[in-house]
């Protein structure tokens, strides 16, 4: 592939990933498929495709940031036991393309966005956040096995900690994408250094492919803000059917 079409190329499914990752979750979906279609094998693309996700999330927190969604200490707290589930994750040698596996994650993504959807606007507005004494705790402990999970399969992590955020913090989507982005910046320090330890990295495509994602995700985050908690469940059911429908099929 010619190297400017390639770059074009890299940094414009970037940008749509880093948008989908921030709004919803699922951006991986698109970036891993055309790693490996470049010639990166599974284990490199899915080492490569953290460098992303980690400057994706750079600019995303700090997008967030500048809109006044403010996630701290709260988001710190529960990053770094998830940067500490991710050291576990990363190193777990588990077959998870199998076919049951796939399918058993389908049927959690549709769970997770029914929960999601249908739960009542109202009880959301409503209910104070709870991000303090027992329900911090509770976040912490849970945050740990999210970090497991994104440590070792990154795709439809976004998800699980939508669900986690709006179920047992009670926060707005808008809130929960902002705390999620932060967490997964945290996490994905581990595991990029886990997956460059053992050189599964390129890092040329993966550098070039945060140029897309960054800016994806710098603009999803303040876009996102300005537009709500609809979009943000919009997006969660367009992204959840199409992961499920793969994870089923594919």
């Known amino acids: 592939m010619d190297l400017v079409l390639e ?5 414009v499914i970037g940008f749509i990933a880093g948008s989908i990752n921030t709004i919803a979750g699922g951006g991986s979906l698109l970036t891993l498929p055309i790693l490996i279609f470049l010639g ?3 284990n490199i693309a899915n080492g490569t495709n953290r460098i992303a996700i980690l400057f994706q999330n750079i600019f995303t927190t700090a997008g ?3 809109k006044g969604v403010i996630t ?3 988001s710190i707290y529960i990053g770094v036991s998830a940067l500490i589930g991710s050291l576990i994750g990363a190193q777990i040698a588990i077959d998870i393309k199998s076919e049951t596996f796939n399918r058993i994650l389908a049927i959690i993504m ?8 249908f739960k009542s606007k109202n009880n959301l507005i409503a209910t104070l956040e709870k991000t303090s004494k027992k329900h911090l705790w509770i976040s912490v402990i849970l945050f740990f096995f999210v970090g497991i999970y994104g440590g070792f399969i990154q795709a439809g992590v976004g998800f699980i900690i939508l669900l986690i955020l709006s179920s047992v913090n009670n926060l707005s989507l808008v809130k929960s994408n902002a705390v999620k982005v932060t967490v997964v910046l945290i996490y994905t320090i581990s595991s990029i250094a886990v997956f460059a330890y053992n050189d599964l990295i390129n890092w040329r495509i993966g550098l070039t492919l945060s140029i897309g994602n960054a800016a994806g995700g710098w ?11 609809e979009l943000v469940r919009k ?16």
């Open 64 to 66: 967030f940031k500048s």
């Open 110 to 117: 549709v769970v997770i966005v029914f929960y999601m959807v």
């Open 72 to 74: 701290f200490p709260f």
């Open 7 to 11: 770059i074009v190329g890299l940094i």
């Open 235 to 250: 997006f969660l059911i367009v992204m959840v059917v199409i992961m499920a429908i793969k994870l089923w099929f594919f």
């Open 40 to 42: 990166l094998p599974s």
């Open 219 to 229: 603009f999803a985050s303040r876009w996102s803000v300005n537009k709500g908690d």
